[in-house]
């Protein structure tokens, strides 16, 4: 089997924690074809666990992302086990010993591929769900020159405490697990992978997603317990705990601001982000709450609140679970890419 | 010491499941007198895993549980290490045997407690916290001519399907700590409580709680880890994992109409409760959502929807954490009580 996508050699990648990721890999698949103008581009960063193909239900002829009118790169998250993870990275920075990666650092290795590999030194659109929502912030705010628009939808700037306690309690059910061993399992630690996958699904969707039972009548399980073992455990079993983790501290450690440029002032960060924005919440998104959004917004000089009115949660935003979502998302960036 | 409890001796007391619970025991203690009418009774059942002491908050001179005129009964619910409970029953029920009691068992023991032992036949007022609500619920729908009013705070009549999700999370995240033994553990599994206090820390209060830094602020720790370590898992590590499962198994399976009065019928069993009713909900609360609360109200034919505007989520029904919350509670009760 030929992999569908391409590597990109990031070499010896230093990180902001004062680590070098040596030999650093970046996975990416792109879509479509770089127009003479080189102005067609669109980048699609990867969500927690997701790999470029857990994005590709946004793109198609006829969508907003429409590959026969854009060069749309799906840059893969550090972590997810496709660009460098735990999981694929040789001794001694293997497993456990994976170095910290921040969202910064993922945006800097992308836009590395955007203006040395691929040679664009423009972007018409950054977009992304959830942890990609927060890499699209770090595109806007790292480089605010380089995109005309940008749309994080279910996804934040910064992870706020809430969020990072949300995720406290998904690492804690994941290591309580002792086959876990500190990360250096040989065998999949289920029990722990089974619980997160537990704490995760009252997070996911929402209190009305559950109340009008859509996992049932939408989604077709056959009963809750059954939702809650072949959609959440099905989703976490298949998964490297090591790379659940590494992206889980990215996402903790998620802020636009804790960089150089900004030195932790996060209004600053927003104000700095020049491109057109569309904020994009889940009206019921438990982990994002609109109200997060609409601060972000406040602090933004171009940038628009429009939440997706669904009772899907977090899977308002993605990944194609919901098609009115889906048709409410492919809207918006229409109307945004034609402004 | 003494104990500053009674203990009402049930015999042996049979359980919706077909067990029967050996030498029940019903712990509860009493505030004020029962005065000459028998007419000033107030009953005030525990919540998830909090005992006696732990409610005793709402309870005081001048307020509206004042002692001084009511005849206040907290009956402690099995599984909460004071009345029967996996950690206080001897073999061969105990531990992980420990039989499964529902919140309709708990309400009919208690029924027994205040009939029989106390010799009371009519009640002024039933009110409770979170899965003291649930027991609350229980006793305007068993026993619908009883009681004049009725006050469930942040708490339903039924588990809903979210709230049961969230539960699973708990659970798995306690039990994968293999040191649990499936109950048998001879030393607390120490993890797996943690992991479950790191699970209940996202639920237990608000975005809105976490995004205002009141732990820091109001409650006064030194950093979101030291909330996390010194309050939950500070709260978490005394309680018997047994104890905590069982308790959690009743909140799960509560629904005032699993029963033979109502088999089932959720609206029916909602219709049938006479007793003037406050259904307050806090408005935050992420477990029990407002929504929850309304749909209840919906199908009583005298009951006020009474939201706790507040951002302490679920705390803001308890346990006295909040003054401005618990000056709210207590405002409301007087003014039911008064009419």
New interface residues.
């Given amino acids: 089997m030929t992999a569908d996508y391409k590597i990109f050699e990031l070499g010896d990648f230093p990180l902001q924690n004062g680590a070098i990721l040596r030999n650093a890999k970046l996975a990416y698949k792109t879509f479509g074809t770089l127009n003479a103008a080189r102005d067609n581009v669109i980048v699609y960063p990867t969500w927690y666990s997701g790999q470029h193909y857990d994005n590709e239900w946004l793109i198609g002829p006829g969508m907003a992302l429409d590959p026969d009118r854009y060069f749309i790169i799906i840059p893969n998250m550090f972590g997810n086990g496709l660009s460098s993870s735990p999981s694929n990275t040789p001794e001694p920075q293997n497993a456990a010993r994976f170095p910290k990666v921040t969202a910064c650092d993922n945006v800097r290795a992308q836009h590395r591929l955007v203006t040395e590999h691929l040679g664009i030194s423009h972007i018409r659109l950054v977009t992304g769900w959830s942890m990609g929502g927060l890499q699209t912030f770090h595109w806007g705010a790292l480089y605010p020159d380089m995109m005309d628009l940008l749309a994080p939808f279910c996804g934040s700037a910064k992870c ?3 969020n ?3 995720l ?2 998904v ?9 876990f061993a500190e990360g250096w399992y040989r065998e999949k630690p289920h ?2 992978l ?2 997160a ?7 996911g ?7 009008e ?1 859509l996992d049932l009548t939408t989604l077709g399980f056959a009963s ?1 317990e059954d939702f ?1 073992v072949s959609f959440w455990e099905g989703f976490f079993l298949p998964k490297d705990p090591n790379n659940l983790l590494a992206m889980l501290w990215t996402w903790q450690n998620g802020d636009i601001s804790a960089n150089e440029l900004y030195n932790g002032d996060f209004k600053a960060a927003l104000g700095a982000i020049k491109a057109k924005t569309y904020v994009m919440p889940g009206e019921t998104d ?2 994002f ?1 609109p ?2 959004s609409r601060n972000e917004v406040a602090h933004m000089p171009n940038a628009t609140y429009v939440p997706i009115p669904s009772i899907w949660g977090h899977f308002a935003g993605g990944p194609g679970t919901n098609p009115v979502d889906v048709k409410f998302l492919d809207d918006r960036l229409k109307e945004l890419l034609a402004s």
């Fill in positions: 706020s405490r809430h990072f306690v949300f406290e309690g690492k804690a059910a994941l290591t309580a697990d002792a086959a029990r722990g089974r619980a996958a537990r704490v995760y699904a009252g997070w969707f929402s209190q009305s997603f559950y109340r039972e809750l809650l438990l982990y709450p109200e997060d």
